[in-house]
């Protein structure tokens, strides 16, 4: 007879053979060997793709931000009523011009002064146009011109009780926009706000033809609009 000892490699022989087995079958049988041991072969979930995100609308974004600044000026008004309050008397707007020079401006700064009258003129203000000219300029294949910036073509005086204008500042990677309403008779400021806005490709396509003011000779004359209050 043989001992307990004696029997007890056999099983230990036994026993790999069985896992050489079952390994053999994992490895040459992944369909069976899956179904006998699962969890063996769970796939990690696939990561989802992430969409990328919509491109952004540069002039769409511009359009905005000036908004925001119209109602910021709202929100400052003492009072904003356009009928009785403080801009009841009317108002003009001007073209906002760089705060490092004064006589200078670009596209950018035309276009925030225009968007600001549209502004002013759906919440009910009274908005001045200083560039109506006193006549319709009409030209075969180019248009009928009523605006104008040729003083010949303009009226000499403007009735309005504020002012509208402002500045801009160019930095690394914005344009700081400061506007402001005055009282045209005591100079005061009735509202104010600030905008920022990206130094994104829309904005520098604006800037890009900053021009100063002319300079003219002593000689000829100076045509400005006269404010009637």
């Not at 004696?6 to 390994?23: D, N, T, V």
């Not at 108002?91 to 020079?101: A, G, P, R, S």
């Not at 005591?186 to 300079?215: F, G, H, R, Y």
Request: charged content about 20%; proline content about 6%.
């Amino acid at each position: 007879m043989h001992s307990h000892n004696e029997r007890f490699p056999r099983h230990g022989l036994w026993r790999g053979m069985i896992c050489c087995g079952l390994l053999a079958m994992l490895f040459c049988l992944p369909r069976p060997a899956q179904a006998f041991l699962p969890f063996l072969f769970e796939q990690p979930n696939p990561p989802v793709a992430q969409s990328a995100p919509p491109p952004v609308n540069e002039a769409a974004d511009l359009h905005d931000q000036v908004k925001k600044l119209a109602a910021g000026l709202f929100s400052s008004l003492r009072d904003a009523d356009p009928e009785n309050g403080d801009l009841s008397g009317g108002l003009i707007v001007c073209t906002f011009v760089d705060l490092k020079k004064l006589s200078r401006t670009s596209s950018l700064g035309r276009y925030v002064a225009e968007q600001l009258m549209s502004e002013l003129q759906q919440q009910g203000y009274t908005v001045v146009e200083l560039r109506k000219g006193t006549s319709v300029l009409v030209q075969e294949k180019r248009g009928e011109f009523g605006l104008s910036r040729d003083p010949a073509q303009l009226r000499g005086d403007a009735a309005a009780a504020a002012m509208l204008t402002g500045t801009y500042t160019v930095t690394g990677e914005q344009v700081i926009v400061n506007a402001r309403i005055m009282d045209n008779r005591t100079s005061v400021l009735l509202a104010s706000a600030t905008a920022i806005i990206p130094k994104n490709k829309v904005a520098n396509l604006l800037l890009a033809d900053s021009a100063s003011l002319a300079t003219r000779k002593r000689s000829e004359p100076i045509y400005m609009k006269q404010l009637e209050m």
